[in-house]
């Protein structure tokens, strides 16, 4: 009896990609011990975020794909208005205004949208398949620059970039011309003038320190610089588990969030990185696995778009720490502390396992 309730309460839970994930977090608890100065108290923490994580993957994954097409309109629109209240009513927290406070609890609506957009335009592109033309494009792209909009103005550059990109995927996926897409990408870098002279002045210095950190070695600089030194530090082999001098000396900034990686280079080497990039590897593979075998365009277009979302994540932070990207406030997956985007990144997984399922028993 108690096995036949386990087995009811696991169905949905995709084996293979659950381990890969517990195995992800298992990394970032023991990382998190070492970034954190030990602390007990830090590590309890996440492992409550992560206990609440794993709930609302189990909550996703037991809710069919049908139901999420059904409500995929009215959560974006929901979001839409939460960023608008933001936008005319969002209180001001270290210069940006993100939060929205609706008296009994405070929300981060750009969290919501990086599930609600990809939901949206899957749904979008599911209900036009037979007959897709390039205003269908033109008025998806439209749906996606209206969130990505208002998150620019918070400012928030790190989310708008993520929703940005998961809007993109779908757009791609449901046969976005090639064409079009360098295209496009030509265009912006010919309007790269205009868009630039629209950032706001620490962003702008964030790209400027990204090509010579060593114009504001004590300022803006001095992320890349320390992260840069703890990653060269660690060697092939790393210093060890817990004998990561720039973490443990405190020179390295944001160390158990935005730059944890840098405190994982240092501690376990390039071996140790090769072997994180391995099990992101596994993770996005399945995603994209999921993705192939779904059996309409809306669970393809939305599971390949969570897929590649995490992909980006993962290249965003990766890719800032090493000193090749600037510095926008991206959490690593997985491994960063923090409970608000660990909800999101799970919820993205429940829905994930949902869909492979799903799957599963339509073709049964």
């Known amino acids: 009896m108690i096995s036949a309730f386990i087995k009811r309460v696991l169905y949905h839970i995709d084996g293979f990609l659950m381990g890969c994930l517990l195995l992800g977090m298992l990394v970032g608890l023991c990382v998190l011990y070492s970034a954190s100065g030990q602390s007990l108290e830090r590590v309890g923490a996440q492992m409550a975020n992560m206990a609440a994580a794993l709930a609302v993957m189990w909550v996703a994954a037991n809710i069919a794909p049908q139901i999420l097409e059904r409500f995929a309109l009215p959560l974006y629109i929901l979001g839409v208005l939460l960023l608008l209240g933001v936008f005319l009513f969002g209180g001001i927290s270290h210069g940006a205004r993100r939060w929205l406070n609706l008296g ?45 909009g208002f998150i620019l103005k918070q400012p928030d550059l790190g989310t708008s970039l993520l929703i940005a990109a998961s809007g993109f995927y779908v757009l791609f996926l449901a046969g976005l011309s090639l064409r079009l897409i360098l295209g496009a990408g030509v265009l912006i870098g010919a309007s790269a003038p205009i868009l630039w002279s629209h950032l706001h002045d620490y962003q702008q210095r964030r790209i400027q320190i990204l090509f010579d950190p060593s114009q504001d070695p004590l300022g803006a600089g001095y992320h890349t610089i ?44 390039l071996l140790g990185n090769l072997l994180l990039l391995l099990l992101f590897s596994l993770i996005i593979g399945r995603g994209l696995v999921i993705a192939a075998q779904a059996q309409n365009t809306f669970n393809r277009l939305l599971a390949g778009s969570i897929t590649l979302t995490f992909s980006t994540y993962v290249f965003v932070n990766i890719g800032m720490v090493s000193g090749i990207l600037p510095v926008v406030g991206v959490p690593l997956p997985l491994i960063s502390y923090g409970g608000t985007s660990l909800v999101t990144l799970m919820l993205g997984f429940g829905i994930l396992m949902s869909i492979h399922t799903n799957k599963k028993l339509v073709t049964a």
């Open 104 to 148: 009994i609890v405070t929300i981060q609506p750009s969290e919501l949208m990086k599930i609600a957009m990809p939901m949206l335009l899957a749904w979008y592109f599911a209900k036009r398949e037979a007959s897709l033309r390039m205003s269908d494009y033109a008025i998806a792209a439209l749906l996606l620059l209206i969130p990505v």
């Open 226 to 269: 320390q992260a840069t030194i703890a990653l060269g530090s660690g060697g092939v082999a790393g210093k060890g588990w817990l004998h990561g001098t720039q973490a443990q000396l405190d020179f390295l900034p944001e160390r158990t969030t935005d730059f944890i990686f840098a405190v994982f280079g240092e501690e376990f080497g």
